[in-house]
């Protein structure tokens, strides 16, 4: 039965798109560690129930990670004298993103309760999962596949190389996306996560509020009143993404889009060809069409490049890979 039941799993999967398989499993950890995404969950609700902003750099966090050697936890990792320069350490990480103590916290309450099973990189997306639920008043409920090995590659400058900047226009936004198999709906879908957290005027100002931009100019000169015209590392303010309801996940980004009142060129610019535009408004306009399609953009997006069998590891501690051989991971 048990033997029959793989066989049309392996056989599905073989006539699937691979990235559509992966290996990835709702309930992996079912026998080696069943408690695991209620652990996990109970930390993330203690930090974000604190400030919601983690909860905010928890989805940001699963993004950063997927995109740059995959969802792999290569994001995690510490510099160290041998890798001085980890993604951790590139400009679109450092030093805006935030949710690693959660991570540690996390990995830290799973070893006790069951050592060696679960890797980082899946408590990465666990996180990020659990962060969305919270985030959106409990109505973004995801299950979130798992079976994701744990990196040993880390470096900035793929992180440069990878994760798109805030001056993007749509068909280089639509261009990075594809490069880790997801399309333009999923990129638009996607970028409905700055509905929360906050951003650095560094991120914005020269290309928004320095040079020309569409941007709405009421909007425009309340964010002059919070940041600098030169915003420097040791002056550099944040500010909400989302002016309307900042800690809600919610669709109020499309409103936000449409209004002409968001903070990067990369957010304006989903309504910079037809069909993107159109998705901007059926996720502004439409009950419930956005969180639908934001659990399963998602999920895709949690499958990115992930690593399993012998091409990854368990960590013990998140911040650093093991020690030994490259290829353990029990
Ligand atoms: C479409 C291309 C994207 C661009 C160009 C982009 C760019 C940015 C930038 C520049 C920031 C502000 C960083 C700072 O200065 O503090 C930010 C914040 C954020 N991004 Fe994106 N992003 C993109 C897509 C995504 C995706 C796909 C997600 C997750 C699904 C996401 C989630 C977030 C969240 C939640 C924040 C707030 C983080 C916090 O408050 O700590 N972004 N993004
Ligand atoms: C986006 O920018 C690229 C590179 O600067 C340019 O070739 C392309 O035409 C631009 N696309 C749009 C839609 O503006």
């Given amino acids: 039965m048990a033997a029959a039941f793989r066989l049309v799993v392996v056989v599905t999967c073989a006539l699937l798109l691979a990235s559509a398989c992966q290996g990835l499993q709702v309930g992996y950890y079912k026998k080696t560690c069943p408690r695991v995404e209620h652990i996990v969950r109970a930390e993330v609700k203690?930090?974000?129930?604190?400030?919601?902003?983690?909860?905010?750099?928890l989805i940001r966090m699963l993004f950063h990670d997927?995109?740059?050697?995959?969802?792999?936890?290569?994001?995690?990792?510490?510099?160290?004298?041998?890798n001085p320069e980890p993604e951790k350490r590139s400009p679109p990480n450092f030093p805006s993103l935030r949710g690693f103590e959660v991570i540690d916290a996390a990995?830290?309450?799973?070893?006790?309760?069951?050592?060696?099973?679960?890797?980082?990189?899946?408590?990465?997306?666990?996180?990020?999962?659990?962060?969305?639920?919270?985030?959106?008043?409990?109505?973004?409920?995801?299950?979130?596949p798992a079976g994701r090995l744990d990196g040993r590659v880390s470096r900035a400058s793929e992180a440069l190389d990878n994760l798109?900047?805030?001056?993007?226009?749509?068909?280089?936004?639509?261009?990075?996306f594809a490069a880790k198999g997801l399309g333009a709906e999923d990129m638009v879908v996607l970028s409905?996560?700055?509905?929360?957290?906050?951003?650095?005027?560094?991120?914005?100002?020269?290309?928004?509020?320095?040079?020309?931009?569409?941007?709405n100019a009421g909007f425009a000169n309340f964010l002059r009143r919070r940041c600098p015209a030169n915003p420097t590392p040791a002056n550099d303010p944040t500010v909400n993404q989302d002016f309307v309801t900042p800690n809600a996940l919610d669709s109020q980004y499309y409103k936000n889009v449409l209004e002409h009142k968001v903070l990067f060129a990369s957010d304006a610019a989903l309504l910079g060809s037809p069909e993107t535009a159109k998705m901007v408004?059926?996720?502004?306009?439409?009950?419930?069409?956005?969180?639908?399609?934001?659990?399963?953009?998602?999920v895709k997006m949690s499958r990115v490049e992930v690593k399993t069998g012998k091409q990854g590891e368990i960590?013990?501690?998140?911040?650093?890979?093991?020690?030994?051989?490259?290829?353990?991971?029990?």
């Fill in 164 to 176: 798109p900047p805030p001056f993007f226009n749509v068909s280089e936004l639509v261009a990075a």
């Fill in 46 to 57: 203690k930090f974000v129930y604190k400030n919601a902003g983690i909860g905010a750099g």
């Fill in 281 to 298: 408004r059926d996720n502004a306009y439409i009950p419930g069409w956005w969180e639908d399609r934001f659990k399963a953009a998602f």
């Fill in 192 to 215: 409905g996560a700055h509905t929360v957290g906050r951003s650095h005027c560094s991120s914005f100002v020269a290309d928004r509020l320095a040079a020309p931009s569409d941007i």
């Fill in 66 to 82: 997927c995109f740059v050697q995959g969802c792999d936890g290569s994001v995690l990792l510490d510099p160290t004298p041998a």
């Fill in 107 to 144: 990995k830290d309450a799973v070893e006790r309760a069951c050592p060696g099973k679960v890797s980082c990189a899946d408590i990465v997306a666990f996180a990020a999962r659990d962060a969305a639920y919270f985030l959106s008043k409990l109505k973004v409920k995801i299950d979130m």
């Fill in 315 to 330: 960590r013990k501690n998140c911040r650093v890979v093991n020690h030994g051989h490259p290829h353990r991971h029990y």
